[in-house]
């Protein structure tokens, strides 16, 4: 799948309107825009992915994206391709676009595969345990549908003969198992800014951990902060994350710290928590639907006030994404600047062991509030290797429900900058306003940031 989505975003950006206007010609053979040479091996044939052959013809006649490509209302690309006729005069510069003339050539290719079915080493097939659809259009619709796997273009020339490659004496065959060992122990290690961003299973959408630098205004010392979490392997887990219908989950040793300078040395944060994190994901016919509930229990010291207190949390992340955006959305192939968002309602429980010099617990002992984290996000996509683009709001409230005395809310915002789209480093501009939520530190400041997550 990720071919498709990086030829369509190549043709998005190498597309122009200075490109020459094709015109159709219906005697070009079938199979000739596609290269068998893409092959692979499936049980006992051969077969050309049909991903793999769609991005082919679209890197053959590419498509300019336009604004109705995105959003809930977009029509998938297949149907634009196989409603698409253009034949003849309708071709000519003054009454076609390039984008138009490259959608009829893409639907002329696939009518004249589904009608000739067999040639250049290729065969198509319509394999599915239900019937083929019926008509032109519904059919090449189907084609172009990577998520519809009834079309299968089968390779019937032999594969290459494949050249043995003579590798080269290893020099570190003592130390390379080792190494690799090594390596294959830390990527178990889950690196983001919070605790809750280490959950997501895929590294490149944990919110990065940062080190931020900024000056201060009042003495225009250079100020530099940290705010990371680290995740350990599970110590246990249940049931199967493959599987949405069963309920799963796992319980993480993990460690956190945050550090906020300041000229005011009471307006600093220095916070470290050591702690537990357990994960439930409950059951539901699709994972789209899925509620996640979170129980935390952590320890959070700091040195440098002599302060100490236990939180205790619990939470529950309803499917907000699927919401406001629907199935579609998270998997669509052909959004550009493709949005998230979630919410999170938590309880949390805190209890002030040693409130020490640090002025913000004086006067409080213990307390209990009622809030929730909502986040969204926006990303720009770009074929695989090539920059990317990033911003992220997020909102956290806390309202005391005991004292009335720790009641405390944080906004941030963040634009970021990552050198490929599944880059370990970032870098970007931060806001960062509101109360630390556990030692109540105002806090109020722009960040020039850098990011790391794995």
């Known amino acids: 799948m990720g071919s498709l989505i990086a030829a369509l975003m190549m043709s998005a950006t190498t597309a122009s309107a200075e490109m020459p206007v094709r015109t159709v010609n219906f005697s070009d053979a079938a199979f000739v825009e596609l290269e068998s040479k893409a092959c692979e091996p499936s049980g006992?044939?051969?077969?050309?992915?049909?991903?793999?052959?769609?991005?082919?013809?679209?890197?053959?006649?590419?498509?300019?994206?336009?604004?109705?490509?995105?959003?809930?209302?977009?029509?998938?690309?297949?149907?634009?391709?196989?409603?698409?006729?253009?034949?003849?005069?309708?071709?000519?510069?003054?009454?076609?676009?390039?984008?138009?003339v490259s959608l009829a050539q893409l639907r002329n290719a696939a009518a004249r595969m589904l009608s000739v079915r067999e040639g250049r080493g290729l065969k198509l097939e319509w394999k599915a345990n239900w019937p083929e659809p019926e008509g032109d259009i519904a059919r090449i619709a189907a084609f172009y549908d990577p998520n519809n796997p009834?079309?299968?273009?089968?390779?019937?020339?032999?594969?290459?003969?494949?050249?043995?490659?003579?590798?080269?004496?290893?020099?570190?065959?003592?130390?390379?198992?080792?190494?690799?060992?090594?390596?294959?122990?830390?990527?178990?290690?889950?690196?983001a800014s919070n605790v809750s961003q280490t959950e997501k299973?895929?590294?490149?959408?944990?919110?990065?951990?940062?080190?931020?630098?900024y000056k201060s205004a009042s003495d225009k010392s250079a100020i530099v902060n940290i705010r990371a979490a680290i995740a350990a392997p599970d110590i246990a887990h249940w049931g199967d994350d493959a599987d949405a219908t069963k309920t799963?989950?796992?319980v993480r040793p993990f460690l956190a710290y945050e550090r906020?300078?300041?000229?005011?040395?009471?307006?600093?944060?220095?916070?470290?928590?050591?702690?537990i994190r357990s994960r439930f994901r409950f059951a539901d016919d699709e994972a789209e639907h899925a509620y996640i509930g979170n129980l935390t229990a952590a320890w959070q010291t700091d040195d440098e006030f002599q302060s100490a207190l236990t939180r205790f949390e619990a939470s529950l992340k309803p499917p907000v994404?699927?919401?406001?955006?629907?199935?579609?959305?998270?998997?669509?192939?052909?959004c550009v600047w493709c949005q998230n968002a979630n919410m999170t309602i938590v309880a949390d429980y805190v209890g002030i062991d040693d409130p020490g010099d640090k002025v913000t617990l004086n006067n409080v002992k213990q307390y209990g509030r009622l809030g929730y984290d909502m986040e969204w996000g926006v990303r720009l996509k770009r074929p695989a290797g090539?920059?990317?683009?990033?911003?992220?709001?997020?909102?956290?409230?806390?309202e005391d429900v005991t004292s009335n005395r720790a009641s405390a809310d944080r906004l941030g915002a963040r634009a970021m900058y990552y050198p490929t789209d599944?880059?370990?480093?970032?870098?970007?501009?931060?806001?960062?306003?509101?109360?630390?939520?556990?030692?109540?530190?105002?806090?109020?400041?722009?960040?020039?940031?850098?990011?790391?997550?794995?």
């Open 260 to 275: 906020v300078t300041h000229w005011n040395q009471y307006s600093e944060v220095n916070n470290l928590d050591f702690g």
């Open 321 to 334: 994404q699927y919401w406001l955006y629907g199935d579609a959305d998270p998997k669509r192939e052909y």
């Open 422 to 454: 599944t880059s370990h480093f970032a870098f970007g501009l931060e806001y960062d306003r509101g109360k630390d939520l556990t030692s109540l530190v105002e806090l109020d400041r722009w960040m020039i940031t850098w990011g790391y997550r794995q």
């Open 201 to 213: 299973d895929k590294y490149s959408q944990r919110d990065p951990a940062r080190i931020s630098y």
């Open 44 to 100: 006992d044939e051969r077969v050309l992915p049909r991903d793999l052959a769609i991005a082919q013809l679209l890197s053959r006649y590419p498509v300019t994206l336009d604004v109705s490509f995105m959003g809930p209302q977009s029509v998938p690309l297949g149907e634009r391709i196989a409603t698409t006729i253009c034949d003849g005069a309708s071709c000519q510069p003054a009454e076609a676009s390039p984008s138009q």
């Open 386 to 398: 090539l920059p990317t683009f990033g911003m992220n709001v997020q909102y956290s409230a806390r």
């Open 248 to 250: 799963s989950g796992n």
């Open 150 to 191: 009834g079309y299968v273009l089968t390779c019937t020339t032999p594969p290459a003969p494949v050249v043995a490659e003579v590798t080269p004496p290893v020099v570190t065959e003592k130390t390379l198992p080792a190494i690799q060992e090594k390596r294959s122990f830390l990527s178990l290690f889950r690196v």
